[in-house]
Nanobody, 128 residues
Framework: QVQLVESGGGLVQAGGSLRLSCAAS????????MGWFRQTPGKERESVAA????????YYADSVKGRFTISRDNAKNTVYLQMNSLKPEDTAVYYC?????????????????????WGQGTQVTVSS
C-alpha cells in the first residue's frame, strides 16, 4: 500500500515557478515508477512527467519539455516536479501517481490505467 500526499501548488504569475512535492508512505515507493498527471474540468487526465523506479530515465509531455523537471529522492520517499516558465495553460489540478509494475520505458508515458495509487491532487493556477 502506498499513500501519496502532494504539496506546493498555488497561484503564480505567468513566467513564474512552482515546485510540487509528493510524499509517499509505504515500502513499495522505492520500487515504483512515479508520475505527475494533470487535469482540467471537462478534460481527461493527462500525463505530464514520469520517472522510473531507480531514477535512470524520465518522460515529459511535449507541452512541458524544457520547462518541467521530475526528480525523486528515494531516501526521503519523495518525488518532485519543478515547474519553470509557467503558462496559463498549465493551470490544472496536478496529481502524483505510483505504478508498481515498473512498466515505464524510455520515451513512453505512464498510462492512467496502469496507475495503482493516486494522490489527492493539488491546484496550480497560472495567471496571465
Amino acid at each position: 500500500q502506498v499513500q501519496l500526499v502532494e504539496s506546493g501548488g498555488g497561484l503564480v504569475q505567468a513566467g513564474g515557478s512552482l515546485r510540487l512535492s509528493c510524499a509517499a508512505s509505504g515500502r513499495p515507493f522505492r520500487s515504483s515508477d512515479m508520475g505527475w498527471f494533470r487535469q482540467t474540468p471537462g478534460k481527461e487526465r493527462e500525463s505530464v512527467a514520469a520517472i522510473n523506479w531507480s531514477g535512470d530515465f524520465t518522460y515529459y509531455a511535449d507541452s512541458v519539455k524544457g520547462r518541467f523537471t521530475i526528480s525523486r529522492d528515494n531516501a526521503k520517499n519523495t518525488v518532485y516536479l519543478q515547474m519553470n516558465s509557467l503558462k496559463p495553460e498549465d493551470t490544472a489540478v496536478y496529481y502524483c501517481a505510483a505504478e508498481t509494475a515498473r512498466s515505464l520505458t524510455p520515451g513512453q508515458a505512464l498510462g492512467v490505467s496502469s496507475i495503482d495509487y493516486w494522490g489527492q491532487g493539488t491546484q496550480v493556477t497560472v495567471s496571465s
